[in-house]
Every structure is written in C-alpha cells, then in structure tokens.
T-cell receptor, first 109, second 113 residues
Framework: AQRVTQPEKLLSVFKGAPVELKCNYS??????LFWYVQYSRQRLQLLLR??SRESIKGFTADLNKGETSFHLKKPFAQEEDSAMYYC???????????FGQGTRLTINP | DVKVTQSSRYLVKRTGEKVFLECVQD?????MFWYRQDPGLGLRLIYF???????EKGDIPEGYSVSREKKERFSLILESASTNQTSMYLC????????????FGPGTRLTVT
C-alpha cells in the first residue's frame, strides 16, 4: 500500500534560518508528490507540486526517487511561514491523494 | 476562484444521532472527497466520488456513508454518531483529469457527546 511519512510532528526554527520539512513515501510506480499548507484559520491549500518544479513563497521541493523523498526547503524562514504542512502522494491513474501525518512549523522571531 | 463550502463550521451531536455534513462546490468539478483530520494522523480519506451517484470507499469508511445526487453537492452521513467520530471533517473537490490538485472547504468541527 502507498504510504507517506512525515517524521517530524513539530518543527521550530528561528526567523532567517533555513527550513527543511521531511517527507518520505512508499510507492513502486510513478508518483506525483505535493505539499499542502494550512495557515491559522485558513483552509488547506496546495503549496507546490513536483511536476511544476516551481518555487512558491520561497519554498522548493525536489523529488528524489532513489531515496523516495520529497523534502520541502526554504533558505530563510519568515514568521508568516508558520503553519501546518502536509505532504501528499498521488499514484498513477488515481485522482485521490494519500496524505502524511503533517508537520507543524513554528517560526520564532 | 473555486469555492468549496461546508454547511456548518461547528456541530455538536449526541451519541446515536444521525448526522449530515453537506459540501457544495461551484466549479463543476467531477471529483469530490471527504476527509477527516486528526492531530498526529493527518488527513484520512473517508469516501470520494468521481461522478454523480458514483462513490468509492477511502481508507476509513466504517461508520460513514455518502450521497451524491447532484454534481455540485456531496454529503457525508454518520448513520449513528459515536464519540470516536469527533473530528474535523474536510471536503475537497478537483477537476476530473486533475491528479492531486484539490480545493478544500473550511472544515466542519464535529463533536459527539
């Protein structure tokens, strides 16, 4: 079965420090990986997807098929990055997503 | 802008009651989903629907049923609410050909006492 693992439930860093949220997946086929974010009192929304290879709000994520990882990175954290982050996997031919457990990121001033 | 709305933000029900959670989307999306969101467990898929009157079980369908009579509306039904169904429930929708880009509603926090 497909699985997404986010090993850190909580992550706290200081403003201006680099951030890395870890995500590992298990799936033998060709996956699509996503990061979703939920800011306080807002709805869950898509942050970025690996096929777009884009940087959103300074965040990037690279799919590493060898390590089956899709870690989210930002070189300089900002206070507004504080939120709940979910990694998600879409399997081949499927419309549904498998989500990880989530990581609550707190940026300290 | 895609709008996904849920009928209630907060709901308190008693054990054994039948509970209806409603979700409406206004973008003619084919796919609709119901998740529950629990701390430490992430989002878990309860049911999804890829067309009117079509439904498929997700990872945790026990104790739930769904109804999709119209394309824009997807209802989650708790036949006999139990305390372990106290949770945040999220509805989402996506275009039929979309792989992974889902639009979420604001959520309904259900408390079963």
């Amino acid at each position: 079965a497909q699985r997404v693992t986010q090993p850190e439930k909580l992550l706290s860093v200081f403003k201006g420090a680099p951030v890395e949220l870890k995500c590992n997946y298990s799936y033998s086929g060709s996956p699509e990986l996503f990061w979703y974010v939920q800011y306080s009192r807002q709805r869950l929304q898509l942050l970025l997807r690996h096929i777009s290879r884009e940087s959103i709000k300074g965040f990037t994520a690279d799919l590493n098929k060898g390590e089956t990882s899709f870690h989210l990175k930002k070189p300089f954290a900002q206070e507004e990055d504080s939120a709940m982050y979910y990694c998600a996997l879409s399997t081949q031919g499927a419309q549904k997503l498998v989500f990880g457990q989530g990581t609550r990121l707190t940026i300290n001033p | 802008d895609v709008k996904v709305t849920q009928s209630s933000r907060y709901l308190v029900k008693r054990t054994g009651e039948k509970v209806f959670l409603e979700c409406v989307q206004d973008m003619d999306h084919e796919n609709m989903f119901w998740y529950r969101q629990d701390p430490g467990l992430g989002l878990r898929l309860i049911y999804f629907s890829y067309d009117v009157k079509m439904k498929e079980k997700g990872d945790i369908p026990e104790g739930y049923s769904v109804s999709r009579e119209k394309k824009e509306r997807f209802s989650l039904i708790l036949e006999s609410a139990s305390t372990n169904q106290t949770s945040m429930y999220l509805c989402a929708s996506s275009i039929g050909t979309s792989r992974g880009k889902q639009y979420f509603g604001p959520g309904t926090r259900l408390t079963v006492t």
